[in-house]
């Protein structure tokens, strides 16, 4: 049974930094890609961010000067560094892996970033 746990959601001042991370279980966590989402109220939940299993990154515009995404195979765990945070940046933010065709998800963690 695949189960993703994120954590490190929390209230942050514009400007200011978080890092978020993401304890997968039930998977053979190194050969899995893994991926952050985020959702904003009233909007579609979309891309944050996705590492390879061999762990090459790939950011939606809007991350790719801001964020960071790595991993760390010996924990099962995936991060998302996120700096120079601002309003647009409020939502819950999800990991997600894939596994024989089937995506799954945590329960996500939100980021609010306001002053």
């Known amino acids: 049974q695949v189960q993703l746990v994120e954590s490190g959601g929390g209230l942050v001042q514009p400007g200011g930094s978080l890092k978020l991370s993401c304890a997968a279980s039930?998977?053979?966590?190194?050969?899995?890609?893994m991926g952050w989402y985020r959702q904003a109220p009233g909007k579609q939940r979309e891309l944050v961010a996705i590492i390879t299993s061999d762990g090459r990154p790939n950011y939606e515009s809007f991350a790719k000067a801001r964020f960071t995404i790595s991993r760390d195979n010996a924990k099962n765990t995936v991060y998302l560094q996120m700096n120079y945070l601002g309003p647009e940046d409020t939502a819950v933010y999800y990991c997600?892996?894939?596994?024989?065709?089937?995506?799954?998800w945590g329960q996500g963690t939100q980021v609010t970033v306001a002053s």
């Open positions: 039930g998977v053979f966590f190194e050969s899995n890609a």
């Open positions: 997600t892996t894939w596994v024989g065709g089937t995506d799954y």
